[in-house]
């Protein structure tokens, strides 16, 4: 759909300025917003090959969602760099020539 809405603005774009018609490119992208709509939105066979199967609500309550379990590993040694980091700056900004605040 988004393909052919970019289309029929490029050629819609592109026959207006050579024409030099406003007008004529409106009328074009609007052509193109119609026809995009007319292949889009009915339900047509083609879509409905591979119809997804839902869940039973039901039978989702049943089922426990599965917990994500963070690493522990990764967190720990990303925070200890920032606190690193952050540390550096107080020490590099906050003192003056003489070490002092």
Not at 39 to 62: M, Q, Y
Request: hydrophobic share 50%; glycine share 6%; with cysteine.
């Amino acid at each position: 759909m988004e393909i052919m809405l970019i289309a029929f603005a490029a050629m819609a774009f592109a026959v207006g300025y050579a024409v030099g018609s406003f007008q004529m490119m409106l009328f074009i992208y609007a052509g193109g917003i119609i026809l995009t709509a007319l292949v889009t939105l009915p339900s047509w066979p083609f879509f409905n090959r591979h119809p997804l199967v839902w869940l039973d609500p039901s039978e989702a309550e049943r089922n426990p969602k599965p917990q994500v379990v963070p690493s522990k590993k990764h967190g720990a040694k990303q925070r200890q760099k920032i606190v690193v980091f952050m540390f550096s700056l107080v020490d590099c900004h906050s003192f003056g020539s003489n070490g002092r605040l």
